[in-house]
């Protein structure tokens, strides 16, 4: 049997240390190089590409991004506290939806799931994800029909893979789990891996950031629906409410926790008389990146689809963690928009 140069060096040591023989040398260096052989080594750890958590699981799961209700008769929501990225944007007049990003793990329960607009096809076509959504407007229809985004639609599983909860009126009501999610997906015959391109994030949780307080901030989505954060220092978690209730997941009523907040500025369109828009999610443009209770002052740019936040035109680190990404209008813009 062949011997490692780590079993030579032992019955070396051994021999040369003064052992009655040869062979009681062999014998304890035999019984070294088991007990090594027999010690578990610590499990490689793999880094989760949209949070920066490590993690000893597979990162090659496909992003899931699912649209979610805001609507007041929606909240609270289940299955934020899961997700690793989620954009807040305005969908027609002063309501928001929320697209919430899964890629390191799924919730048992995500909903209220609401109707698709193009703009979401395009944020979650950054991570190469499939949509989840319960309809869509007419753009978006046309968009997903001609296959420019794998999508999960609740009009297609009504009262199968989604299910509608009695607590709660339609449309504010449809919800999936993730063992459906699943399903749908391999119905579908979708890849449920991939290699998903990692954000940037800061080496450790105690970063140094320059800039202003930002421990207590309020977006003002056009009087009707106000957002804002307030930072936990001893957690080192921001908190987000709606109003004055505090944002909670409803399966556990446990608080959402995060440790970005990227607000950002781009041009709104508005289309019809049904108050849908067009959002540019390209140009780049203006943003404020919350972090620690500090406010930067930083630009945004779309790097393959994904909006990151830049300063001189390199990329500024996200801290590990849930991260918000809130969208507003350039007009009015952050600074009517947006107190901190």
């Known amino acids: 049997m062949k011997k490692s140069w780590k079993y030579l060096f032992i019955l070396t040591a051994l021999i040369i240390g003064g052992c009655a023989n040869n062979d009681q040398a062999v014998e304890e260096a035999e019984e070294l190089e088991q007990a090594e052989e027999e010690l578990v080594e610590a499990p490689s750890l793999n880094t989760y590409p949209l949070t920066g958590l490590e993690t000893e699981e597979e990162i090659d799961k496909r992003v899931i991004g699912v649209t979610i209700n805001n609507h007041p008769a929606a909240r609270p929501q289940s299955g934020l506290k899961d997700a690793d990225i989620v954009y807040e944007i305005l969908s027609e007049y002063e309501v928001t939806r929320l697209v919430a990003l899964y890629q390191s793990e799924l919730p048992e329960r995500v909903g209220p799931v609401r109707s698709a607009r193009p703009y979401h096809i395009d944020l979650v076509n950054g991570y190469q994800g499939i949509l989840v959504h319960h309809g869509w407007s007419p753009e978006a229809q046309v968009r997903i029909e001609r296959g420019e985004i794998d999508s999960l639609n609740g009009l297609a599983y009504d009262g199968t893979l989604f299910q509608r909860s009695s607590e709660r009126k339609a449309p504010h009501n449809s919800y999936i789990t993730s063992e459906h999610i699943v399903e749908g997906v391999m119905e579908l015959n979708y890849s449920l891996e991939s290699e998903v391109t990692p954000l940037t994030f800061h080496e450790q949780d105690d970063i140094r950031v320059v800039g202003v307080a930002g421990d207590n901030i309020e977006i003002n989505y056009y009087n009707l629906n106000r957002v804002h954060y307030e930072y ?97 209008p350039t007009d009015p813009g952050l600074e009517k928009m947006v107190t901190y």
């Open 232 to 328: 936990d220092e001893q957690s080192g978690y921001y908190h987000r409410y709606n109003g004055e209730d505090q944002t909670i997941d409803l399966e556990n009523e446990l608080p959402i926790e995060l440790s970005n907040l990227f607000i950002v500025e781009t041009g709104h369109t508005v289309l019809d008389d049904q108050g849908r828009r067009a959002i540019d999610l390209t140009s780049g443009g203006r943003g404020i990146l919350f972090q620690s209770g500090i406010a930067m002052e930083v630009n945004w740019e779309s790097r393959d689809g994904q909006i990151i936040p830049v300063n001189d035109g390199q990329i500024v680190p996200f801290k590990r963690g849930q991260s918000w990404i809130n969208i507003v």
